[in-house]
């Protein structure tokens, strides 16, 4: 199962950027289109998110934008 969750929308540079990363770093993610699954907007404005993408990684707090930093924590 995967342990990272990346919430997107279309057209979101930041998301392509973070699925392209996690990706060339071998780590499984799900992707949850926020335009799509409608639902979890206002879960995500809830946590006080007002951009895509956010990443919810177990074990960590959520995140949003493209963070390579943080990003690489979990490759290693």
């Known amino acids: 199962m995967e342990k990272v969750t990346v ?5 979101c540079v930041q ?3 973070t699925k392209k990363f ?3 770093q071998g780590i499984p993610f799900k992707e949850i289109n ?3 699954e409608v639902a979890y907007v206002e879960t995500l404005k809830a946590d006080g ?3 895509t ?14 963070r390579p ?5 979990i490759s290693a």
């Open 7 to 11: 919430y997107t929308k279309y057209n």
């Open 15 to 17: 998301c392509k950027m």
């Open 22 to 24: 996690l990706s060339a």
């Open 34 to 36: 926020i335009e799509e």
């Open 49 to 51: 998110f007002r951009q």
């Open 53 to 66: 993408p956010v990443v919810a990684i177990e074990g960590m707090p959520k995140f949003s934008g493209f």
């Open 69 to 73: 930093d943080v990003l690489k924590k």
